[in-house]
């Protein structure tokens, strides 16, 4: 009789479910921090729309106003970037894809994968990335 030869999976079920609880909880971390920084930022928006009395009246208070305003957006727009990043790599453990690199196919080691959990790329393709050589990821 011939045996059906399974694919391996590339981790345990039960390391799995550690990488999913450690990107949950980044994920409410991020969300939290999102969410504050997200209403600072629109009381920001409302004092300058609306109370004239809190609009800042010298030059140098405006452009930290416009210096804080910036920076909270731009800190708005990587949380978001790494939420995102979160919700597809939690997207790869269900298709069961995980921990496998995008460029190259190989796989990505677990020491990464606990430090940098939404890791799409192993070390090397993720040098080559920042290098300018790896185009399109």
């Known amino acids: ?79 978001a970037a790494t939420i995102s990043e979160i919700d597809e790599a939690i997207r790869r453990i269900d298709e069961g894809s995980y921990g496998t690199c995008e460029a190259c196919g190989r796989p990505i080691p677990k020491a990464r994968l606990r430090v940098l959990p939404f890791a799409k790329l192993c070390v090397k393709c993720r040098e080559a990335q920042e290098r300018g050589d790896l185009a399109g990821l």
Do not use: C, W, Y
Request: aromatic share 6%; net charge positive; no cysteine.
């Open 1 to 79: 009789m011939a045996r059906k030869r399974t694919k391996k999976k590339r981790f345990a079920r039960k390391d799995l479910l550690t990488f999913r609880k450690l990107l949950l909880k980044r994920r409410a971390e991020l969300a939290g921090t999102f969410e504050s920084v997200k209403e600072q930022a629109l009381d920001g928006i409302a004092r300058k729309n609306g109370d004239l009395s809190t609009v800042p009246s010298e030059e140098a208070e405006i452009a930290t106003h416009i210096f804080d305003q910036n920076l909270s957006l731009a800190l708005l727009q990587s949380e």
